[in-house]
């Protein structure tokens, strides 16, 4: 059992000593020429001996009780091995960190489009063919479906000081409803696993982000002993959120492949994927804002209305960021929950503040315009001391100093003001937003083993795309003082000590730590080799040199090395509030005519401590802000009125932002250190990006045009009405 | 997809002796292959008719061209002739699909093309445009993608073509080889159907008829031509309405206003009433409001796609502008000068 390093006070600046210099450097990931040139095979991609293709069926009803299957249209049909039903079988994927089986329905259907069997066939085109003429019948039950109707509703208030009496009192106030459409993650890689059995062994070779979970997961649905189960999960083409819980493709593959007594391979469609995967929910939001005449914020109300199915314990945390970015004493919230029939829903990508800083950053806008303030000074003049619910001194926040040069390199004194600066048939205006999401520490472990000059690091971590090999390979590298070609990385099997996995935020900075710890007991175990304390040595290019003494790493290792590292939150965690911070600025044109919106240009400054590598740190920050950018001006999941299930079910009429709407986006990350996230000083930077980045869109597209989009997605449409009634 | 037959044609008569009501063409197959996967098509033979001579090349025809029905959209909008004389052509192709999917497309397929809404996609509710008879889920459904011109009862579809705006408001013509071996041409007004109470039935062609070409007749030069398509994102989204102009201004009069619309109707737009009224006049922006509120005075709309009267008006005003000099012509307006 690995030796859990709580992080109870702040750690010396180790990464500030190491000389191999490789930590922070913008490097390539190691595994990048394998994924580009289609060497790296994912989940699908390894078809095991005597495999054989299930295809998952899906309900057409919202809501009843499967009452028969009519297997009649199968007959005949070439492969075809069966019709696979179990009561193990899983409504939907488990929410992110469940560690115990998703709901198990058995007969019940609880939305349109629910897996409800497996059609199982020597061939992928007979198990398609098949599923497709499976009839089901049922038994229908009325069904609740729009969040906004149903009166099934689980509330959640929460409030400080008396938010009322602020409104009364405040020389400005913003009173203003948002909303937020659903969305989905849409992976590159639809969801994927191969299962097989030996003997009460199953293994599942799937696309998750977090196998320790995961592994358990499966064997509660399964009804076995973890013990039994091992998943691999190598890569990861892509999760945001959606691939955090044990999906039902696996557990449908697993059943199958102990029904039939062969591997079997189960792909989500395309469509598969929107029908049956977590998706975000859609939000309604009321914000309310209290302010003096300077802009000082005395209040501020950020309530919500989410949903989800019954019986999920996920939803929305709408307003997660409200609780720290900015001050004023008087704060209510209340969070509503619809329980409604539609695809229930998960985390996906930055679960709270990709929606809820849509909300909060567009109301700060709008406050900024009704107190006359400039919106930079507005939030500047509104940074708390102290987390403002709390009480607790934040760690490391560079927030102001994110406004600030962001500003200037951006060039935001330029902005002119509303609707007074056009091109043609474009108005161009300027927008900008903060940025804030928590970090959080999560127990993690890893082993690191030196032989001679190489190193190997093992864990279960995953890298869905975000360069956890990198990173990793980076760490062990940086302290064992070699180069990255002499550090392999093996992730992605439960075999090896269980990490963090990757979600929240929270995998470089957790499974990072215990790489780290790892790394650092071979370093003591090499001090004590060259017979020197620990602060003395030196290790860089496989040498290690204490005074005038040098030995080369393949004399003190030519016996293996073997350390496990093991990291877990301690008071750190409770008596500082750790978050990333950030600011967005957007130039945007809007088409006076058609109401198209086209972003000009993009910068995010960020400051997230210590930054393992610049380049897929950059790529984080630039993919959420792409993210964003959808979020503001193409992304949504429509539903249809009458059964709730997805209409837009393909990456043709589900709109993620396309290259032609994305500008040259730039990053800057500040330097940072936070003492007390890690020993590393690293906090997460994954969803940073994302969060406000859309609100900055739509304060651009105010900025340019005068029309205030509330309801996003901000398409040309409701630009075109808002335009039309200000007679333009 | 069901289990099928192949059949690659050598050449016309045998592709023409292997069509009838359950077999399909397939051509570049980007949209028929992912019908056929869905189960929204199920054709019991592919006739594939990529091996057929002389069906890719673009030639002249009198003083127009020739376009055969193989020639891929990239090909056909990269071609010096199309981006000089036709260039509305170039542009509705290139406002279509994504490259990839322009490399693959051929000119009579995307004629060809199956609408977009969803219900037509999705097997477990209603179409008449599918399973006819069944009753159109769309209505009372998401309708953002749905036609408001030239709907039934029965079908609220939209055709998706770009390429097909754009050959109507040039006024091409297809070139259609009947199983007896002889060709006719039609116009697009006379190829496409209304939806009326057969919604299935898309267009006049028989089962075994094959479009060998389309014709474009003799450039309209001088004139300033113009396909402007707006959507809800900038590459890759079906038009929520295009407007595709040929206009010739002569004299400070509007001589000529060749219009056709796509995103809001059951098949590509053309309305001669509209044309009419701007032939003759002066140019201005209430002249070319009055003609948006005629386009439109006939639609109906669901819930989701209202947005799409006020979305036309907009832009069918602000491409005449820059049509007719009003404004400063911008991306996807073009100058065709005197043909040497």
Not at chain 1, 36 to 52: C, D, K, L, S
């Given at each position: 059992m690995t030796d859990m390093f709580r992080m109870d006070k702040p750690q010396p600046r180790l990464f500030d000593e190491t000389v191999q210099g490789v930590i922070g450097k913008p490097l390539d990931r190691p595994e990048?020429?394998?994924?580009?040139?289609?060497?790296?095979?994912?989940?699908?991609?390894?078809?095991?001996?005597?495999?054989?293709?299930?295809?998952?069926?899906?309900?057409?009803?919202?809501?009843?009780?499967?009452?028969?299957?009519?297997?009649?249209?199968?007959?005949?049909?070439?492969?075809?091995?069966?019709?696979?039903?179990?009561?193990?079988?899983?409504?939907?994927?488990?929410?992110?960190?469940?560690?115990?089986?998703?709901?198990?329905?058995?007969?019940?259907?609880?939305?349109?489009?629910?897996?409800?069997?497996?059609?199982?066939?020597?061939?992928?085109?007979?198990?398609?063919?098949?599923?497709?003429?499976?009839?089901?019948?049922?038994?229908t039950e009325h069904a609740e479906i729009d969040p906004t109707t149903t009166s099934e509703i689980d509330t959640k208030p929460d409030s400080f000081g008396d938010l009322d009496s602020a409104m009364a009192q405040a020389d400005v106030t913003i009173d203003q409803k948002y909303s937020t459409p659903g969305q989905?993650?849409?992976?590159?890689?639809?969801?994927?696993?191969?299962?097989?059995?030996?003997?009460?062994?199953?293994?599942?070779?799937?696309?998750?982000?977090?196998?320790?979970?995961?592994?358990?997961?499966?064997?509660?649905?399964?009804?076995?002993?973890?013990?039994?189960?091992?998943i691999l999960s190598p890569y990861?083409?892509?999760?945001?959120?959606?691939?955090?819980?044990?999906?039902?493709?696996?557990?449908?593959?697993?059943?199958?492949?102990?029904?039939?007594?062969?591997?079997?391979?189960?792909?989500?469609?395309?469509q598969h994927v929107f029908d049956m995967v977590l998706r975000r929910s859609e939000t309604h939001q009321r914000l309310r804002l209290a302010a003096k005449a300077d802009g000082t914020l005395l209040g501020i109300g950020h309530e919500d209305r989410v949903s989800n199915l019954p019986g999920e314990e996920f939803s929305e945390p709408t307003a997660m960021a409200t609780h720290f970015m900015y001050g004023g004493e008087n704060r209510l919230y209340n969070h509503e929950i619809a329980r409604i029939h539609r695809t229930p829903s998960g985390s996906v990508r930055a679960p709270g503040e990709a929606v809820g800083m849509l909300a909060l950053e567009s109301a700060m806008d709008e406050l900024a315009e009704v107190a006359g303030i400039d919106p930079v000074e507005l939030r500047l003049r509104n940074l708390p001391e102290k987390h403002p619910e709390k009480g607790v001194p934040f760690s490391s926040r560079r927030f102001e100093d994110c406004l600030r040069e962001g500003a200037k390199e951006f060039g935001w004194e330029n902005r002119t003001p509303t609707a007074s600066r056009r091109e043609g048939d474009w108005f161009i205006g300027c927008g900008m937003s903060g940025a804030g999401r928590a970090?959080?520490?999560?127990?993690?472990?890893?082993?690191?083993?030196?032989?001679?000059?190489?190193?190997?690091?093992?864990?279960?971590?995953?890298?869905?795309?975000?360069?956890?090999?990198?990173?990793?390979?980076?760490?062990?590298?940086?302290?064992?003082?070699?180069?990255?070609?002499?550090?392999?990385?093996?992730?992605?099997?439960?075999?090896?000590?269980?990490?963090?996995?990757?979600?929240?935020?929270?995998?470089?900075?957790?499974?990072?730590?215990?790489?780290?710890?790892?790394?650092?007991?071979?370093r003591a175990r090499l001090a004590e080799a060259m017979g020197c304390a620990e602060e003395d040595l030196t290790l860089q290019d496989g040498i290690a040199r204490s005074g005038n003494i040098q030995k080369p790493l393949s004399e003190l290792a030519a016996t293996a090395m073997t350390e496990e590292g093991g990291i877990k939150p301690g008071a750190m965690g409770k008596e500082f509030f750790q978050a990333g911070f950030?600011?967005?600025?957007?130039?945007?044109?809007?088409?006076?005519?058609?109401?198209?919106?086209?972003?000009?240009?993009?910068?995010?400054?960020?400051?997230?401590?210590?930054?393992?590598?610049?380049?897929?740190?950059?790529?984080?920050?630039?993919?959420?802000?792409?993210?964003?950018?959808?979020?503001?001006?193409?992304?949504?999941?429509?539903?249809?009125?009458?059964?709730?299930?997805?209409?837009?079910?393909?990456?043709?009429?589900?709109?993620?932002?396309?290259?032609?709407?994305?500008?040259?986006?730039?990053?800057?990350?500040?330097?940072?250190?936070?003492?007390q996230a890690n020993p590393m000083q690293a906090k997460g930077i994954g969803e940073l990006g994302i969060s406000g980045a859309g609100a900055a869109v739509t304060n651009a597209i105010y900025n340019a045009c005068g029309v205030r989009i509330r309801d996003f997605p901000a398409t040309p449409d409701k630009i075109i009405a808002g335009l039309e009634a200000l007679g333009r | 997809m069901r289990p099928f037959d192949y059949h690659r044609a050598?050449?016309?008569?045998?592709?023409?002796?292997?069509?009838?009501?359950?077999?399909?063409?397939?051509?570049?197959?980007?949209?028929?292959?992912?019908?056929?996967?869905?189960?929204?098509?199920?054709?019991?033979?592919?006739?594939?008719?990529?091996?057929?001579?002389?069906?890719?090349?673009?030639?002249?025809?009198?003083?127009?061209?020739?376009?055969?029905?193989?020639?891929?959209?990239?090909?056909?909008?990269?071609?010096?002739?199309?981006?000089?004389?036709?260039?509305?052509?170039?542009?509705?192709?290139?406002?279509?699909?994504?490259?990839?999917?322009?490399?693959?497309?051929?000119?009579?397929?995307?004629?060809?093309?199956?609408t977009r809404c969803p219900y037509f996609y999705e097997t477990a509710m209603p179409c008449n445009k599918r399973d006819p008879g069944t009753g159109c889920a769309a209505r009372g459904g998401a309708t953002r993608m749905n036609a408001v011109l030239g709907v039934s009862e029965h079908c609220i579809a939209a055709h998706p073509s770009d390429m097909a705006v754009g050959m109507r408001v040039l006024g091409a013509e297809v070139e259609i080889r009947r199983a007896d071996g002889s060709h006719t041409r039609k116009t697009l007004d006379e190829l496409y159907s209304l939806p009326g109470e057969r919604p299935d039935i898309e267009t006049t062609l028989s089962p075994d008829d094959i479009i060998t070409a389309v014709i474009l007749p003799a450039p309209v030069a001088p004139s300033v031509q113009s396909y402007r398509k707006v959507r809800d994102r900038a590459s890759y989204a079906f038009a929520l309405v295009s407007v595709a102009a040929v206009v010739q201004v002569e004299g400070g009069k509007i001589t000529r206003a060749d219009l056709a619309f796509g995103g809001i109707a059951s098949r590509p737009w053309r309305d001669p009433a509209v044309e009419a009224m701007l032939v003759g006049e002066t140019p201005s922006i209430d002249l070319f409001r009055a003609a948006g509120k005629r386009l439109v005075a006939a639609a109906e709309t669901q819930p989701g796609n209202a947005f799409k009267l006020p979305m036309v008006r907009r832009t069918l005003a602000g491409v005449l502008a820059e049509a007719t000099g009003l404004s400063e012509p911008t991306t996807g307006t073009d100058n065709v000068g005197e043909i040497a």
């Open positions: 990048g020429l394998l994924k580009v040139t289609g060497r790296a095979p994912y989940a699908a991609e390894v078809p095991e001996a005597n495999m054989v293709h299930g295809v998952l069926v899906r309900s057409t009803i919202t809501r009843g009780r499967l009452t028969g299957i009519d297997k009649s249209a199968l007959e005949g049909l070439s492969g075809i091995l069966g019709v696979i039903r179990s009561p193990e079988f899983v409504r939907n994927s488990a929410q992110g960190m469940a560690n115990e089986a998703p709901i198990q329905p058995e007969d019940h259907v609880a939305y349109f489009g629910q897996p409800m069997a497996l059609v199982v066939a020597e061939t992928f085109e007979a198990a398609r063919d098949g599923a497709h003429r499976l009839r089901l019948s049922y038994e989905v993650s849409a992976a590159m890689e639809p969801h994927a696993s191969i299962a097989w059995w030996e003997g009460d062994n199953v293994t599942l070779r799937g696309s998750y982000q977090m196998l320790r979970f995961n592994r358990n997961e499966l064997a509660d649905s399964l009804g076995i002993d973890p013990e039994n189960v091992r990861v083409g892509g999760g945001f959120g959606s691939k955090l819980g044990i999906g039902s493709e696996a557990v449908a593959a697993a059943i199958a492949a102990r029904e039939l007594g062969r591997p079997v391979r189960v792909v989500m469609s395309r970090n959080m520490l999560v127990p993690s472990e890893a082993r690191v083993t030196l032989e001679g000059d190489r190193a190997i690091v093992e864990t279960d971590m995953t890298d869905i795309g975000t360069g956890s090999y990198a990173i990793l390979t980076q760490i062990a590298a940086e302290l064992l003082g070699l180069p990255m070609d002499r550090v392999e990385t093996r992730l992605g099997d439960t075999r090896f000590p269980g990490a963090s996995g990757s979600g929240g935020s929270v995998g470089a900075g957790s499974s990072g730590s215990s790489v780290f710890l790892a790394a650092k007991k071979i950030g600011a967005h600025f957007v130039e945007i044109g809007v088409n006076a005519i058609t109401g198209e919106a086209r972003v000009r240009r993009m910068l995010g400054v960020f400051s997230a401590g210590r930054i393992l590598n610049e380049k897929t740190a950059t790529s984080q920050c630039i993919g959420g802000m792409v993210w964003g950018l959808g979020a503001a001006l193409t992304e949504e999941l429509q539903h249809d009125p009458r059964t709730g299930g997805i209409v837009s079910r393909d990456l043709a009429n589900y709109h993620v932002a396309s290259h032609a709407d994305v500008p040259m986006i730039d990053v800057r990350l500040l330097p940072e250190r936070d003492d | 050598t050449d016309l008569d045998d592709a023409s002796g292997h069509l009838n009501a359950s077999t399909q063409i397939i051509a570049g197959g980007t949209n028929l292959l992912d019908l056929m996967k869905l189960q929204v098509m199920t054709p019991q033979q592919l006739v594939d008719i990529n091996r057929i001579d002389g069906l890719d090349r673009i030639e002249p025809e009198g003083e127009g061209l020739r376009i055969g029905a193989l020639v891929p959209n990239s090909d056909l909008a990269g071609d010096e002739r199309i981006r000089r004389n036709y260039p509305v052509l170039s542009r509705a192709l290139l406002a279509g699909a994504s490259g990839q999917l322009r490399n693959k497309a051929t000119t009579g397929g995307n004629l060809l093309q199956r």
